[in-house]
């Protein structure tokens, strides 16, 4: 019932049901996927942002921002207007010829990977902005007087020297993706839940509050590990530089 008390009994549950391992399963991929999708985009713009003239970055950075000055529900639901069956991407499709009929995009894994990849874009180009704008030019200059070609200066030099801002990047992605609710809930389709979605269900609907508290103490487990991987590869490199 509701007011039963957690016991070790609904963590035997969550991992005897499939609903739940599923839902767990599919978050984890989800948001690695996307975390994925969120560097190979974030890191182009990060790394052309660092390299533009200093009077035209705080620009670029508030390029980056300005969505955050609009309610992220609004944004979402911008989407499912954009996304619809007779909707502003159907609409330019058809236009220029490039589907004849248009396109189921809303309530598909295509509409949820967009909206996460919209959302969190800002979170991975901003700590890899900063990280890569306080690099010098001298460190590639430097690598091209030892006969180094851009590309073997870029992955010899600055990705090695960025790698603390893509940690940051990829947990302030990854860990809010994996739990994840409103973006799945609003643009994803309903054959595999993700386990915020899993988490509302139990809560609100279902309103077993053992059970929903057990799941949401193993998404806590789960988090948790990359932050101490971070953690301590952060704590090994400082003892390098020492």
């Not at 005897?16 to 969120?38: E, K, Q």
């Not at 990060?46 to 969505?67: D, E, G, K, S, T």
Request: with cysteine; proline share 7%; charged share 10%.
């Amino acid at each position: 019932g509701a007011f039963d008390a957690l016991s070790a009994d609904n963590f035997k549950l969550i991992f005897g049901d499939h609903l739940y391992v599923v839902s767990y399963l599919r978050s984890l991929t989800v948001a690695a996927l996307s975390t994925a999708i969120l560097l190979l985009i974030g890191y182009p713009i990060a790394y052309a942002m660092a390299r533009l003239p200093r009077r035209w970055q705080p620009l670029a950075m508030m390029l980056v921002i300005v969505p955050f000055w609009t309610s992220f529900l609004i944004r979402i639901y911008a989407w499912i207007n954009i996304l619809q069956h007779d909707g502003l991407l159907n609409q330019l499709l058809l236009a220029l010829h490039i589907v004849s009929k248009p396109v189921v995009w809303l309530s598909t894994d295509t509409a949820m990977y967009v909206g996460i990849v919209y959302s969190y874009l800002p979170f991975m180009v901003l700590p890899l902005y900063a990280t890569l704008a306080k690099l010098p030019h001298s460190l590639s200059e430097a690598a091209a007087d030892l006969g180094a070609s851009p590309r073997q200066a870029f992955w010899l030099v600055t990705f090695p020297l960025s790698l603390p801002g893509i940690g940051a990047g990829v947990l302030l992605c990854f860990i809010p993706i994996v739990g994840e609710f409103v973006i799945p809930d609003l643009l994803g389709g309903s054959t595999s839940p993700m386990i915020g979605q899993t988490l509302w269900l139990e809560f609100f609907t279902n309103r077993d509050w053992p059970v929903a508290s057990a799941l949401a103490v193993l998404l806590l487990g789960v988090l948790l590990l990359p932050l101490l991987i971070y953690e301590r590869a952060q704590r090994r490199q400082l003892e390098g530089r020492s």
